[in-house]
Each structure stands twice: as C-alpha cells, then as structure tokens.
C-alpha cells in the first residue's frame, strides 16, 4: 500500500485504521438511556428504505385539528367546594363572640369548621362546576374540571386570587332537589398550549406534558358530563349499547382512548373496549335470576341456601333506596340470613325488639313480600337491614371485569368507525370546538409502510434457510457450531409396560435411538444414557 511515496504492510494500515476508530469513538455524543437502560430514540419509519413490497395501512388514530379558536393559553384554577346549607354551617364570629367561656364554644366552633371544609365527592362534582359557569355566564363548554380540584378555562374569566363563590346545584343526576355549595378558586398556572405545534414543528426536542394535560382534560371533561357515558380508567363505556349476559350482568361497549402527539400531528388513538358490569334492575330480579327462580315467588322459596347464592353475587353493589327527601344510593354490604318478618332489630323509639317487617307496616309501608330477606346496607356488627326494592345504579362498576374483545380487521375497523363517529358527536355537543377549537375526524389516519421478505439464516457451510410464515424445520440442516448436550431425560406418561418392550411400536428404547440419530444431524453432539433413572 502507497502512502505519500512510500508503501506501509498491512499490520501498519490496522493499527492506523483501529486508531482513527478509537478516536471516533472517543469523540461520539454520550447516548441518553432510560431508567431501564434502552436507548432513547425516535422508532424508524415503517417505510423506510427500498426492500419488499409499498403498502399502506389504516391505523386507529384519529386526528384532533386545531381551528383558529384554539386558545393560545390555558389557565389553571384550583378550586375547592364544600357544602354550605347541607352542612349546617353556620355564621362562626356569633357563636364566639357570645360566651366568655371559650373552651366548648371553641370546641364546637372547630367542629363546625371542620365539617364546613368537607371537600365535595367527586361525583357531584362536575355538576357543581356546570352550576358555576352557568352562574358566571360562560359559553357552553368553556370550563373544562378533572373531577378533583383543577379546572381550565382558555381565556381569564375568574379572578386570580382566592374568591368564594356560592352556587346552588344537585348533587345527584337527574335531581331536582339543590343544595348550597361554597366554590373557592384562585389561580394556580398559565399553560402555553402554542408549545404544542412547536415541539411538531421540531422546536422542542420533549412533548410538553403540561399542554397534553390540558388537551387530555378537555376531551375527557366531555364524556364526564355525558349522562350516556361511564369512565373507567382511560375507558369510556356507554350504557344505552348494553347486552344481557345472564346471571344478573351485561356487557357494556365503548372505546379506550389515549391523545399523541405524533409526526403527523395530534392524534386520539380509539380501539374498541367491552365491560361486563352488573346490571341495572330491580334487586329482587338480580336475586331471583342468581338464585335460578322466576320472580318474588321462586325466591321466596329459594330459602336461605339460596339467598346465601345470591348475597355473594350482590354484595359490593350499590343499591338506590327511596326515601322522604328523595332516593340515596349506598353499597350492598349482603343479605339478612332470615325474611323481614323474622328479621329483629332493638326500636329505640318503642323500646322493644322489632321485625322490620312489622316496622314498615307500623310506619304505613307494608311489604308485599315480608319473607324475603332484606338488603343489609350497613356492616357486620351494625346492620342496617332495608327491604329489596332498590336497583343498582345505571354506572354501577364495582363488579367491573374487563377485556377488549378481538375482532378480525374488517369488523373491528367498522367498529371503531362507529366508535369515532360517536365520540365526535360527544365532544362537538360539549363544546370542544367552539370554546376550545379542537375538532375530531373520523377517518383512520393512513400510513405508508413496507412488507419485508421473509429472514435468511445460515445454520453452517453455504446452507441457507428461509423462515417463511413463521416457521421452519431443523432437517437435514446442521448448526453451524456443534453443541453438547450433557443431561437430558424422557417424561413418559404412559404405562410401563407399553414402553419397556424392545420390539414394541411403543417402545422406549427405539425412541431414545431415533432421538439421537436426529440430534447427531443436527450437529448436537449427545452423551451416553449410562445408567438409567427412573423416578
């Protein structure tokens, strides 16, 4: 080899070429890994390069274009309800101005206090954020909650200190009876939702988690709010499409939905989803179905054998009860061992032992059916025995099971069209697009993509062997490096006596021997069987 007038040996170009590749490696920019140690990067393009056949494919992502009101900030407001009138609370300055002896007029202003703070359970919650920016005059679909503590708005409609705000608003769906709610807000953060089109347009090298938060929270806000919709974790499942199973369940559709921010811009990923839930129905008819009876009769005759049946299948459920100011709903704790007509329990205001059968007939609502057990929707050691007439909620999840089903292409296709169909209609309804300008399509996006020709592998010499649809056989084909085996044994399953015959068809001997002529083929070398072990 020249160089520069002169000729180096081969060993001098190693050395010089092993050198400038030390050197490169030297130089190269540290790789940035995760906590599991892969290395952190972009996948390829499903078409990249020349080989195999162009195709495309229909994937379930759906795109959420941006209109020109999509707003260019959000502002997070932090905000905590607490009941007001259904509380009691009351004016805390009075009651401690009026005693010199502060301590139990202290101790029951505390108390006072404390229970006014009560946060508001998260599932009147959304109502109670509707009731406010009805209150305050906002556009439909302006506010957006996440069920918890934090709203967003798109523009500054609230004030950015702390305020209290009294609303009215029903604390169950459907309801006609309001209570008092005292809303306190203040302004915890300002998000720059324009980060997103930078981080697509290669401005940021990391998604912004703040804006897909908020992007996130705007789409889910509009399947909260849907009386049709229940949520469970990232799915929404809707109850007008339920299907009788049997045994007291149903199975629920809806999709399981994710938002992305990929190269072609922000994606909803939808794939269909399906729930067995309980069903809602008269809870004397989930029994009587758990118990295999018809009706009231066949339960009543089931016996404790059977209601012990159905208790396992009810309990944890909640139940709705009417009562004097209106229905409750509470869990299902199980059933009582006995009818209601035998069923005790201490009257405190008679000051005598009492069936609650003969309760509801004293207080003018006898039982149509006084020997069957009641509901217990208290615990263990203090029962709180009602009649089975309520019904489980229409969202009743606690005996949610789940799995997405699996369609072949062409179905699942068709059904998540629907499913995309539907969710655009939701999210145009709850004013995604005209408070915050994000609107849905609903066809799947396309991407170009390539089949790749089956592997090649090299097993030893100049054979090859193609790996076509996934499998592939080892004969007449040697590894290319031998390989031992030291131990190995034979499970037979079969009698003894079958095997043990040398001459037999079944014979274990001649197995052994065709099971080392096949190994030596493969280039496996196999140690002796020397003694042999039988357990």
């Known amino acids: 080899m020249e160089r520069g007038g002169g000729t180096i040996s081969m060993e001098e170009a190693a050395a010089a070429l092993k050198a400038v590749v030390g050197a490169a490696h030297a130089f190269a920019a540290p790789v940035n890994r995760q906590s599991g140690g892969d290395v952190m990067g972009a996948s390829r393009r499903p078409n990249l390069g020349t080989l195999g056949n162009a195709v495309t494919l229909l994937t379930n992502y759906f795109a959420l274009a941006a209109s020109p009101a999509f707003p260019a900030q959000a502002r997070g407001i932090g905000g905590q309800g607490r009941a007001s009138g259904l509380l009691g609370a009351r004016d805390h300055s009075t009651a401690a101005g009026a005693s010199s002896a502060a301590g139990q007029t202290q101790g029951l202003q505390q108390s006072r206090q404390r229970r006014e703070q009560l946060r508001v359970p998260p599932a009147p919650a959304y109502s109670i954020v509707e009731a406010l920016a009805r209150q305050q005059g906002w556009s439909h679909g302006t506010s957006r909650f996440d069920g918890r503590s934090v709203m967003y708005l798109p523009a500054e409609l609230l004030p950015v200190e702390l305020r209290e705000w009294n609303v009215k608003a029903s604390t169950t769906p459907g309801g006609n009876m309001e209570h008092d709610f005292v809303v306190s807000t203040r302004l915890l953060s300002v998000v720059a939702l324009t980060s997103l089109s930078s981080y697509l347009e290669g ?6 988690r703040d804006t897909m938060q908020v992007l996130d929270m705007v789409v889910r806000h509009a399947f909260a709010v849907h009386p049709a919709v229940c949520i469970v974790g990232q799915t929404f499942l809707y109850a007008d499409a339920a299907q009788r199973l049997g045994r007291g369940n149903e199975i629920w559709g809806g999709f399981r939905q994710s938002l992305k921010a990929v190269q072609s811009g922000l994606q909803i990923n939808m794939d269909t989803a399906f729930y067995p839930v309980a069903s809602a129905r008269p809870l004397t008819e989930l029994m009587a179905e758990l118990c295999s009876s018809r009706g009231p009769e066949g339960l009543a005759r089931a016996g404790p054998v059977g209601w012990a049946t159905a208790a396992k299948g009810v309990a944890g459920l909640k139940v709705e009860f009417a009562q004097a100011k209106g229905s409750r709903r509470k869990a299902l704790f199980g059933l009582s061992e006995l ?6 329990f201490m009257n405190q205001k008679a000051g005598r032992l009492m069936s609650v059968a003969e309760y509801f007939a004293n207080t003018g609502r006898p039982l149509a059916w006084p020997q069957l057990p009641c509901a217990n929707l208290g615990t263990r050691p203090k029962p ?4 089975v007439r309520g019904r489980a909620p229409d969202n009743a999840t606690a005996n949610t099971i789940g799995n997405a089903s699996k369609q072949e292409p062409g179905p699942r296709k068709g059904l998540i ?9 939701i999210l145009q309804e709850s004013g995604a697009e005209s408070a915050w300008g994000l609107a849905m399509r609903t066809d799947l996006l396309q991407v170009p993509a390539r089949v790749l020709p089956a592997p090649v592998l090299q097993y030893g010499g100049e054979r090859n062997l193609v790996m076509g649809s996934g499998l592939w056989t080892l004969r007449d084909v040697k590894f290319l490096d031998a390989v031992s085996v030291s131990s190995w044994a034979v499970a037979v399953l079969m009698p003894r006596e079958e ?3 040398p001459d037999s068809r079944t014979s274990l001997w001649a197995f052994i021997d065709l099971l080392g002529a096949s190994m030596d083929k493969a280039g496996m070398r196999m140690v002796s069987m020397g003694a042999c072990s039988r357990l």
């Not at 709180?384 to 009649?387: A, I, L």
């Not at 069209?417 to 209609?425: E, P």
Request: glycine share 10%; charged share 20%; net charge positive.
């Open 203 to 208: 401005g940021l090298q990391q998604v912004p």
């Open 417 to 425: 069209g629907k499913q995309a169909a539907r969710a655009q209609q």
């Open 384 to 387: 709180n025995f009602v009649p």
């Open 339 to 344: 009818g209601a007509d035998r069923t005790m």
């Open 499 to 501: 095997v043990d015959t």
